[in-house]
């Protein structure tokens, strides 16, 4: 089924979908938010193994928070949360992490006073193999040999765009299978945020699974295969990316076409 969509309130349309691969992650009519300010209304999504999907929409929708949930920062009202098929729903950051999903927020939390070395051992704090971490140090600076050649040096002096390099690297340093990236663009140059476009295209094709908010819906809706557009809080579009970005509603709202 074909539907050209425009979000109707309340009601969701669905673009046409063609996808393999089993769920590695389910989000079910998930409602969260802050004290008494729900900022999720029955959300549900899903990224399947192997899958890049986006979730874009304006300021304040909800994406970062959708993330933080999912990353077990915040405890949901209600709804489920699946990976692999099994429920996270409740489960803290930290058992998060040692699944296998890796969080990179938009303030990136490295230590400004540590090395770009010790900041990715940081990242690989809950793995025991010394083979295992030296062989994701190889990976991440052969991903990003800017981080090699600055290995020594404070992270507090790296520019913007190597800052975030160093955050996704941190994040990959856990072997994670699902990668959920808030706005890594933000702050970029466009040659710098193309850089960071890239390399997340890289791991895509290297089997990471990536779950991707971005403001930049541009380039996003040609580097990934579906995305979901939350607006107040809602799913109100989802589909494959490059049908959604063919949208009315996504060309005039988010493309400015
Ligand atoms: N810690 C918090 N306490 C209270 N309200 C919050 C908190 N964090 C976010 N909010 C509110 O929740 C809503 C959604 O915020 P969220 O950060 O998820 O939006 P977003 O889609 O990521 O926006 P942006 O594109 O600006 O990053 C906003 O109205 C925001 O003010
Ligand atoms: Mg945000």
């Known amino acids: 089924m074909f539907v050209e969509g425009f979000p109707v309130s309340g009601r969701r349309l ?3 979908i063609n996808e393999g691969g089993a769920k590695l992650l ?6 969260a938010g802050y004290d008494f ?3 999720l209304w029955d959300v549900s999504l899903h990224v399947s193994e192997g899958e890049f999907v986006a979730l874009i929409g304006p300021n304040g929708a909800g994406k970062t928070t959708t993330l933080r949930t999912i990353a077990g920062l915040l405890s949901p009202m209600s709804g489920e949360i699946l990976f692999k098929g099994k429920p996270i729903t409740h489960l803290p950051a930290h058992k998060v992490s040692r699944i296998g999903i890796s969080y990179i927020s938009e303030s990136l939390n490295l230590f400004p006073k540590m090395t770009v070395r010790e900041n990715l051992l940081l990242g690989a704090y809950a793995v025991r193999d010394r083979k295992r971490i030296s062989e ?4 991440v600076f052969d991903l990003f040999p800017r981080l090699a050649e600055r290995s020594s040096q404070l992270a507090g002096t790296l520019s913007g765009g190597e800052r975030k390099m160093l955050a996704i690297a941190r994040g990959m340093m ?5 990668l959920l990236v808030d706005e890594p663009s933000l702050g970029l140059a466009p040659k710098l945020a193309q850089r960071v476009f890239d390399a997340l295209q890289e791991l895509r094709r290297r089997g990471v699974t990536i779950l991707l ?3 930049n819906v541009n380039i996003t809706l040609e580097i990934t295969d579906r995305a979901y557009v939350l607006e107040q809080g809602r799913i109100v ?5 490059s049908e959604l970005s063919q949208n ?3 060309k005039h709202v988010y493309l400015g076409i």
């Open 14 to 16: 669905k673009l046409r």
């Open 26 to 31: 389910e989000v079910k009519d998930l409602n």
């Open 37 to 39: 300010l729900q900022v």
């Open 136 to 139: 994701s140090l190889d990976f």
């Open 174 to 178: 856990s072997n994670p299978e699902l």
């Open 213 to 215: 908010v971005e403001q």
């Open 237 to 241: 579009l989802e589909g494959k990316s």
């Open 248 to 250: 009315e509603h996504v």
